[in-house]
């Protein structure tokens, strides 16, 4: 289990951790332990939303500072698949082509564009996180999205035969993974739940969302699931819950709810 659980932030993280041998008994479990790496996104996030609470640090340096903490900390491997996807999607190329482009290493103009967008777009909401309220929410949501990608991982149907994901999915021991991201998925739930019924229940909706378009998505664009769409998935699943914690705060505030 120690060794899954190195192996896994050895392979989605940049933390440093002792070094195990690259085997498939090593990687067993190391999809049940994927959604720790963001239980550390997220406290880190909650320590530097506090931080400038008590510094007096304007709205524009958190929200780049915390733009920037998941990408140091994973070392980009996520927002890596989302660009991947995202010129495989815009070619309208065949489902073959399609493939062939998200195991390309240029980055094209589509990935530039949207990569772009998406991050104006994470900064803007990330100055709108005025609470440790709502910044715990989306603390919750880097466990949460990780889980869901490690869940659709084991449960849905792969679109190659070889690949970065299928050298955690193979050698996993499928109802022990199951049994426990789906634990995490429901307690990271409840802990939003707790945070803030409302806004809780609402950011668990909008993942749910994410998920259900997710394999609608990958199933008709590439005929399943890649590692590049695993990571484009917890990209647009982590912007929802930031963009749905923060809008939800917003509303409750102006009907005073």
Known sequence: MLKSLRSAFLMYSRIPVPKVDWNEENRRYALCFFPLI???IGAILLFWRWLCFRLNIG?????VVSVWFPVLITGGIHLDGFCDVTDAKFSYASRERKLEIMSDSHVGAFAVMYLGIYLLLQTGFYTEVDSVKTAGLVGCGFVLSRALSGLSAVLFKSAKKQGALQ?????AHRNITIIMLSMIIILSCIGMMLISPAQGICCAV???????YYRRFAYQTFGGITGDTAGWFLQICELSILGMAVLSEKIMEAFQL
């Open 206 to 212: 909008i993942s749910g969302a994410i998920f259900w």
């Open 167 to 171: 050298s955690f999915v193979l050698p």
């Open 59 to 63: 709205r524009m340096l958190f929200a």
């Open 38 to 40: 963001g239980a550390v």
